[in-house]
């Protein structure tokens, strides 16, 4: 007997053959390996993925739109960069009479297996499933021992979800192109179920910012000298203070003494549920600085980086619950893991030493895995970034099974010739869970008496104004498409990254640029079920019920894609009106300023001419001659130079013709990023004979450059 077992990343591959064989040898063919070992009589391959070998496509043929195409026409090919690893798979399973599939235990992971499966026709070998939440020497080991069929309803709903969004994207996508290129545009818009309610979202709160009155409204602020201030409550029934005569009537009330009325009371503060895979995102992202996709990229997020070395438990899951064979035995063996773990010794004895009888869990739930814990220790020092991220989830398993903080809440108020001064505060009078997980701290409320005399500091008014909503962050915007059913844990930062890359939102926020707007006008206007998140969700809803066995796939993909089909052929009757309507929006973008002029301060903005795109001058010719020509297929990307000019961006082809992208200043000044390789200096794009080249302004290489970091 021969096993193949296929894992979904190198990483986990050496890891998975390390424990099962101590002997296993490591073999390599160009630049990837794979492990071989023997035990009980029988062969063991283990061959890793890296992540999706084959990228779903239409057939060839005419790209127009509506474009249903049954999923069993659809096309599996070789996604670029990845022949290598198909090759060796190809290799191993013709010497292997059975598969062990050991990807990630989620959707993805499991058709990850099922389109390798379906490409290199293993459909007649015996399949198997290795199923695990944590890469640890026990659990990798029990689950070879107790193999399970290969998990098909799961597969088959990852399988569901890449058709959909192929259809779904590419059908949008090709309208909106196609759309406008009747009006001359070529550059490929997109959209897509997520990408379009995502969207969505931020344009109709960019638009409540503009049409926000802002309205003037007055505090009267106390400051006494025990150390915290009271401030004016509003008249009754108002929301605020209006009235600046108010205001400085009660402010004039105030003499050098106020008295105190003080109420109190306390309460059990419980600790927060532990981590799923976006409440990871979510939390270490406020509390580091890093960004979702630091923290959870399958491929080098931290987090993943942890789940690979076996110190914490599988990141994709959508639990809050601890694993359900789990007893006290276990979770004490998880705080003495932490406790093993010498920076965070101390708060690990301390819930040992007054554990709580079970521990807090939250609501959501995950059939394929428990939620995110501590699984093992670094056997040498964490550094940087690691060690927070790691340390922040082992404190938060910590805090789970503590005993429940007690805090008082305190409530002071001062009655002034009728006008309310108010403040509020809590005290912790037993730190519980806090002494663990320091990042819910809160600032401690001085203790007051009641009917204790304060003696005033200062007496302020201060005048402001109601402020707007603000605009998405990437912490916010994660958390409303979660909660409007939007995506997946493990596709959410990767729709952000798109609407960033297709110049739909501006750079460096989530202000929508005026080409985002006009995609989303459009899209209301004529299609609005193409922003619509309650049908996302409900194909969400649908791809989990497949998951869990209760839904028929073709069934599904069926009403799914005849609902597309409705949809787009609405799409298709409202082409000229969508055009016309489109193009008002892509002039407005294309002519925004693409920042100052340096002789004369005007706007640069883009033009196009027979000849190509260029960047003027908003005062050329009349009164300034400054111009700059981009080559063919460059493009502004919303990133500017360190001097301040536009940075495009573009392509050449080497002498091996490889393709190799490059950035550079529009003006090609000293600071461009685009540098010599061999010498360090400025590189110039050039046109030649046989199209665009880099030239170095000091050493004269030809294309040997690096794009520095800007």
């Not at 490591?26 to 992540?51: C, I, L, S, W």
């Not at 912790?428 to 401690?444: D, F, K, N, S, T």
């Not at 573009?650 to 390789?677: E, H, Q, V, W």
Request: glycine content about 8%.
């Amino acid at each position: 007997m021969t096993t193949l077992i296929l894992t979904e990343k190198p990483n986990v591959a050496k890891r998975i053959a390390s424990i099962l064989s101590e002997g296993a040898k490591a073999k390599r063919e160009g630049k990837v390996y794979y492990y071989e070992f023997d035990t009980g009589g029988e062969r063991y391959y283990v061959a890793p993925a890296a992540g999706h070998l084959l990228e779903l496509d239409y057939p060839p043929g005419k790209w127009e739109y509506p474009s249903i195409v049954p999923p069993e026409r659809l096309v599996l090919k070789e996604i670029k960069g990845k022949r290598e690893y198909l090759k060796i798979l190809e290799k191993l399973g013709k010497l292997s009479n059975r598969i062990i599939v050991a990807t990630d235990l989620d959707s993805e992971g499991s058709s990850i297996a099922l389109e390798i499966i379906k490409a290199l026709n293993w459909e007649g070998k015996e399949i198997l499933r290795m199923e695990f939440s944590s890469l640890t020497k026990e659990e990798i080991r029990s689950s070879f021992r107790d193999l399970k069929p290969f998990d098909y309803p799961r597969a088959y709903a990852g399988w569901v979800r890449r058709v959909i969004d192929l259809e779904w994207g590419a059908n949008v996508s090709r309208g909106l192109t196609l759309s406008t290129r009747r009006k001359g545009w070529v550059r490929v818009l997109s959209s897509g179920r997520v990408q379009g309610p995502t969207l969505s979202m931020i344009v109709k709160r960019e638009r409540e910012i503009r049409e926000f009155v802002p309205k003037k409204y007055y505090t009267v602020i106390v400051k006494v000298d025990k150390g915290f201030s009271l401030e004016l409550a509003p008249p009754k029934g108002e929301e605020r203070i209006w009235d600046q005569d108010y205001a400085r009537r009660a402010a004039e009330s105030v003499k050098d003494t106020l008295i105190a009325r003080v109420k109190s009371d306390e309460r059990k503060l419980s600790p927060p549920p532990p981590f799923d895979g976006t409440s990871l995102q979510v939390e270490v992202s406020a509390i580091t600085g890093l960004t979702p996709r630091q923290i959870a990229d399958r491929t080098s997020g931290i987090a993943q980086k942890l789940y690979e070395a076996g110190l914490i438990s599988y990141i994709g899951t959508e639990s809050q619950k601890y694993p359900k064979s789990w007893k006290k035995k276990d979770f004490v063996d998880m705080v003495k893991l932490i406790a093993s773990y010498s920076p965070l010794k101390e708060e690990a004895e301390f819930v040992l030493g007054d554990m709580r009888e079970a521990a807090v869990e939250g609501k959501k739930d995950d059939p394929a895995h428990p939620t995110i814990h501590v699984v093992g220790v670094p056997e040498e020092r964490l550094e940087g970034k690691y060690r927070e991220v790691y340390e922040i989830i082992a404190r938060r398993n910590l805090a789970t099974l503590a005993q429940d903080a007690l805090i008082k809440r305190i409530r002071v108020e001062s009655n002034v010739d009728g006008f309310i001064f108010r403040a509020s505060g809590l005290s912790v009078l037993r730190e519980g869970w806090l002494r663990v997980y320091p990042y819910a701290r809160m600032e401690e409320f001085p203790e007051v008496e009641d009917s204790e005399e304060l003696r005033v500091v200062e007496v302020k008014i201060e005048e402001k104004e109601t402020q707007p909503p603000k605009r998405y962050s990437h912490i916010s915007l994660i958390k409303e498409m979660e909660r409007l059913g939007l995506g997946t844990k493990n596709t959410r930062v990767q729709i952000i990254d798109i609407l960033k890359s297709r110049g739909y939102l501006e750079e460096g926020s989530f202000k929508p640029t005026r080409l985002g707007e006009a995609i989303v006008e459009v899209l209301e206007s004529f299609v609005p079920a193409l922003t619509n998140p309650e049908l996302t969700a409900k194909l969400e809803r649908g791809m989990n019920e497949i998951e869990l066995g209760k839904l028929d796939p073709s069934n599904f993909l069926k009403e799914s894609l005849d609902e597309l089909s409705a949809i787009m052929d609405e799409f298709k009757r409202n082409e000229l009106k969508i055009s016309e309507r489109l193009y008002e929006g892509l002039r407005e973008y294309r002519s925004g300023s693409l920042g100052k002029c340096p002789e004369c301060g005007g706007d640069l903005n883009m033009r196009k001419s027979s000849y190509g795109y260029f960047i003027v001058c908003s005062n050329y010719p009349e009164k300034c001659d400054v111009k700059f020509n981009l080559f063919k297929n460059e493009r502004f990307e919303g990133k500017f130079c360190e001097c301040g000019l536009p940075l495009v961006s573009g392509r050449i082809k080497t002498k091996s013709n490889r393709g190799r992208g490059y950035t550079r200043c529009i003006a090609n000044c000293d600071r461009t990023p685009l540098r010599c390789a061999k010498c360090g200096g400025p590189m110039v794009a050039k046109q030649g004979k046989f199209g665009v080249y880099l030239k170095c302004e000091n050493c004269g290489s030809t294309n040997f450059f690096r794009v520095r970091k800007h």
